[in-house]
């Protein structure tokens, strides 16, 4: 099952838990805000818009994928990070100030603090990047790191673009490239960061822990070097301002529908039939992905930005149900794993770590949030429903992880050893 995995590479389960456990916080925090200004939040490029914006993308899917990555990493690459330990805790914590920085700087219009959200975010991420993405080279060939080595180099440039627009933030100036600078930032984030790393963890783990047919090697080989090639001369046209942008997209749009296609073939055509939660969450995810590409064509053919607002929540969406599904498998299997590699007798399996109940709680919760999110933002009223079903889902993982951190701990603390028998 675990083909091609180095799982003795692995780093210590604090490195990853850490970010996981980081997620529901930020998850809370964003809902209360839509809970309290569900009005203000949909308005495009006002402040409490932008905070709620970059709490979900670096509070929540950010700093999950960036601890998955150091998982990834050590298990694909073959190359473990070095001191892991350490540069987690680093990274995470100045990733966790920035975001509490620039989101305290939308919300108190505060222009000192964009600097300090600069500083923090900028170091972390770029720190980030800068460790993780060497070990990516002259290693194992495999083509989830190619996807990986893409999502981490849009992951640095949209940050250095993120610097800029807090600088200028900070200066209260705003520069004739501001609205240029923000698109090519955005769309680094949205497609070159968050589609292409999902895309190659799909590549990997719907084929590994779900029994599929394989992807095929043509899709595995060209798909990040076309998202890549209409990224750059995405960013290439804008800057030049060239007219027909709108082509790049297109192609991107029509990758992302492939994808969409493949992947619920490989789904509906697993091997491993017992019931899993988490190929919900995948299901739901590429309906998610569909109605978002869906709507952004609606968005560019009437030029409705309530249809680019419905179209950007929908792919947060999507990937935040992919998140939360991975969280579903990763933290049982990592449990599992570091328990077991340690010699104890009873470790408890993976179903026991998450309860089906509670997973499938989590899943019935995450459903009713998209659904009142969506329609919210038809009729306001309903997105408060959709940030109580919001705060009541990110409370549920909160309660799934810790649960799971008390049950590793105990086994440590109180199971017997091989060694002690």
Known sequence: ???????????????????????????????????????????????????SIHLMFLGVITMAMLGALFQMQSVLGGRPIPAPA??????????????IALTLAFTLLYPP????????LGSSILYGVKLILPLLFNGTSHDTLQGMKIALFALSLTAL?????ATEYANEAFGTMHEMLRTIHYSLGLIGWIAVLIIAVAFQVVEMFYVTPSYSPWCKRNAFNIIAGALGFKTLWLVEGLPFVWVFDAIIGALLMG?????????LKRKRRVSDVSIWFWLLGMGLLFLSLGLYGTYVASGSELFQTMALI???????????????????????FHLNSAGYMDTPIMSNIITYSRAKALFVLFTLTVFFTLFGVIYNDLLRLGAMMGIAMFGLLLYNIISALKMYRYTLHHGMRFEQM
């Open 1 to 51: 099952m675990y083909n091609g995995l180095s799982l003795d590479q692995a780093p210590p389960i604090s490195v990853v838990m850490r970010f996981f456990i980081t997620v529901p916080f930020f998850g809370i925090l964003l809902s209360a805000l839509l809970f309290f200004y569900p009005d203000t939040v949909l308005i495009p490029n006002h402040p409490f818009s932008l905070a």
């Open 314 to 336: 929908a792919y947060v969406l999507f990937a935040l149900s992919i998140i939360l599904g991975m969280m579903g498998k990763i933290i049982p299997f990592l449990i599992w």
């Open 259 to 267: 994808f969409i296609a493949t992947t619920l073939k490989r789904l």
């Open 161 to 165: 673009l993120g610097i800029v627009m």
């Open 86 to 99: 350490g540069n987690a805790f680093l990274i995470h914590l100045f990733l966790l100030l920035g975001i």
């Open 113 to 120: 603090l964009f600097i300090v959200a600069a500083v923090f």
